[in-house]
């Protein structure tokens, strides 16, 4: 059966499932050069047929993400809310939308507030005549009639798609199925407690339910946990840009000195806590914007950082320890937007009573597009007598568009780079790693493209992991970080041990845990770790998983006893990562970056800046 996997929210994103394998997923955000795009994946869906060799006509079944509770998804896309709402756009949201509703019980229209921010190229001319001419009755409607809009919408692009081939599927289940078939416990047959939480889906925000004997079953589920709501807020209170920048939240916090990070804990204490698989309030705020503004003035904001991540992380290892002993299931996959905070899951990780913890690769709403075809897959074979064990879990993420040769040659050619480069056909790992060992920062873009938020080696910036000034360099030249975040290695599978304190032998293939470093971990790549605590967020690699991208990594230990290399994504500050080797050649001809390598064709600027 052919499965096409659709997220038509924010951030879209498609997948397709053939012969029971993910094959093909990519977000849409890397062919439009526009971070998040919210819409309809378009260009993804014809990628995914094109490297599923499928007609849209042989899409056995059209999986679409979310049993869909409101017209908003279509509203937050006419928006480009993700891509295009600055900081003052959501304090405006918080002031004169939220406001207005919560506190003086006024009707306020969303669309109404942001009407200057509407952009109906967004969806084609007839699904705008739809939506906007019948707008109040949408805002009304239940479930079916949002099904029937968004497929209305999906045939406004392939009409040939027969309506009963379009299904829907909830969300936090298939959050659920997208963390286990992401892990290796369905290879290992072993019982799995999964998961999920974030800030809102299909009227839930949490779900605990396992995997056992082949059977999958939901154990429990919660709708009031906000912890995803108040760091959302918090975020947009420390002038940051809601769910975009609550990594930078978590990453500031630990530079908290301990008096402000307990004055602020000591706020966010009051409201909320757990209680067995649930969650108590003790005070229920009204809104998680103004209610904590007005408390949390005067107090550091660095402090404010790290009392809502001690908070978040109290309360989210709670719940979780508690559904362990309470299941008695000992290994867990956690999933959903709030399993991105990779601090809170170093501590669920390394927990006492806990035999394995598994985190898949970008975690939150993106990856929908895959665990909808896992989910609508599962079914399929329930419903039909069939295997589970068919449904092939993922062996990586390298599932986006591919490197070509020819189109490197062309690149070469249309951009002159012979007159300012020098240019190597054919490079080997171990020329790569003496560049890296010499100072050279290195853009790699191989291979097919990874799915999700992290580089995992085919669309990363490569740099000496022992060089604190690569650091300033790597920001200088192209990532225009802000000063307190950590970049994150690549490491080893012969260093893991020797490099990260992991007492739990836990496997994070996709840069979504943290741990903290041992001694040899923090001398031998210091500018791969967070200075302030010393943790780290590793890409733990296997020579299988990605074989020259090991070998770089191999050949860069055989020369300096490091087995390590500094990876941050490869992208220009404010875009998406990079898709193609037009887009390398673009960065590297916009920055000061000093070298690209494109499959095995190594390209490094002649003159290079080194004064920062
Ligand atoms: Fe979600």
Same mark, same amino acid.
């Given at each position: 059966?052919?499965?096409? @996997? ?8 498609? !997948? ?10 990519c977000s849409e955000e890397r062919f439009r050069r526009q971070k998040?795009y919210?819409?309809?994946?378009l260009q993804s869906?014809e990628f995914?047929?094109k490297r ?36 003052? #756009?959501?304090?405006?949201? !918080? ?24 952009? %109906? ?21 239940? *479930? ?31 959050? $659920? ?14 019982? *799995? ?34 912890? $995803? ?77 790290? @009392? ?8 989210? *290892? ?5 559904? *362990? ?10 999933? @959903? ?61 390298y599932?986006g568009p591919q490197v070509e040769d020819s189109e490197i040659k062309k690149i070469i050619d249309d951009y002159e780079l012979e007159k300012i480069c #020098?240019i190597k056909i054919?490079a ?13 920062v290195v853009g790699r873009c191989a291979g097919n493209m990874e799915? +999700? !938020?992290?580089a995992?080696g085919n669309r990363s910036i490569l ?14 030249i192209i ?37 903290? %470093?041992?001694? !040899?971990?923090?001398? #031998? ?37 490091? +087995? ?5 994504s490869f992208n220009l500050h404010g875009y998406p990562i990079i898709l193609n080797a037009k887009d390398a050649a673009d960065v590297l001809i916009q920055t000061d970056l000093d070298s690209i390598l494109l499959n095995n064709t190594y390209i490094e600027k ?7």
């Amino acid at each position: 059966m052919n499965i096409l @996997g659709l997220n038509i929210e924010e951030d879209c994103s498609a !997948a397709i499932m053939a012969n029971n394998a993910v094959i093909a997923a990519c977000s849409e955000e890397r062919f439009r050069r526009q971070k998040c795009y919210s819409g309809f994946p378009l260009q993804s869906i014809e990628f995914c047929l094109k490297r599923a060799g499928l007609a849209i006509e042989e899409i056995d079944l059209v999986a679409v993400c979310d049993l869909g509770t409101t017209h908003m998804d279509i509203v937050f896309s006419y928006l480009q809310r993700r891509s295009r709402f600055t900081v003052n #756009d959501y304090v405006r949201e !918080a002031h004169d939308f939220w406001y207005p509703r919560l506190y003086e019980n006024k009707d306020v229209e969303y669309l109404d507030v942001f009407k200057d921010k509407i952009d %109906t190229s967004v969806f084609p001319e007839e699904f705008n005549k739809e939506f906007f001419s019948n707008y109040s009755l949408y805002k009304k409607s239940n *479930v079916n009639d949002i099904q029937n809009l968004k497929k209305l919408l999906i045939r406004s692009y392939f009409p040939q798609i027969p309506l009963e081939k379009i299904k829907f599927f909830p969300h936090h289940q298939i959050h $659920g199925f997208y963390g286990y078939f992401s892990s290796y416990f369905p290879l290992n047959g072993q019982d *799995v407690l999964i998961v999920t939480a974030d800030s809102w889906g299909d009227n839930e925000n949490g779900m605990i339910a396992k995997f056992q004997n082949g059977n999958y079953e939901i154990l429990h589920t919660v709708d009031n946990h906000n912890l $995803g709501r108040v760091f959302r807020n918090m975020t947009l209170f420390l002038g940051m840009k809601p769910y975009e920048h609550e990594y930078k939240v978590m990453g500031l916090a630990p530079y908290a000195p301990e008096y402000s990070a307990k004055a602020a804990y000591k706020i966010f204490d009051q409201i909320m806590d757990v209680d067995g698989i649930n969650f108590i309030y003790k005070v229920k705020p009204r809104d998680y914007y103004f209610w904590f503004k007005q408390r949390l003035e005067g107090i550091r904001f660095d402090g404010v950082a790290a @009392g809502v991540q001690n908070y978040f992380e109290d309360r989210i *290892v709670k719940w979780i320890s508690n559904a *362990v002993k309470k299941f008695n299931i000992h290994r867990v996959c956690f999933s @959903g937007g709030l399993a991105m905070n990779i601090k809170a899951n170093m501590i669920m990780g390394q927990m006492e009573g806990i035999k394995d913890f598994f985190v898949a690769a970008s975690p939150d709403d993106n990856s929908n597009c895959i665990g909808v075809c896992f989910l609508a897959m599962y079914r399929h074979l329930q419903e039909n007598l069939g295997d589970w064990k068919s449904i092939q879990p993922l062996k990586d993420m390298y599932l986006g568009p591919q490197v070509e040769d020819s189109e490197i040659k062309k690149i070469i050619d249309d951009y002159e780079l012979e007159k300012i480069c #020098d240019i190597k056909i054919n490079a080997q790992p171990d020329f790569i790693a003496q560049r890296l060992s010499q100072g050279i920062v290195v853009g790699r873009c191989a291979g097919n493209m990874e799915f +999700g !938020a992290r580089a995992l080696g085919n669309r990363s910036i490569l740099s000496d992991p022992r060089n604190i000034a690569a650091v300033n360099r790597i920001n200088r030249i192209i990532k225009k970080r802000d000063f307190w975040m950590p970049f994150a290695p690549v490491i080893l599978d012969t260093y893991w041990d020797k490099y990260l304190l992991n007492n739990n032998k836990l496997y994070s293939p996709y840069m979504t845990i943290g741990f903290k %470093t041992s001694s !040899a971990g923090a001398k #031998d790549m210091p500018a791969a770790i967070h200075s302030a605590d010393k943790t780290t967020r590793p890409q733990m690699l296997r020579r299988e998983t990605n074989p020259y991208y090991y070998d770089i990594v191999s050949e860069f230990e055989k020369i300096t006893g490091v +087995g390590a290399i500094l990876n941050t994504s490869f992208n220009l500050h404010g875009y998406p990562i990079i898709l193609n080797a037009k887009d390398a050649a673009d960065v590297l001809i916009q920055t000061d970056l000093d070298s690209i390598l494109l499959n095995n064709t190594y390209i490094e600027k002649k003159q290079k800046v080194f004064d920062y």
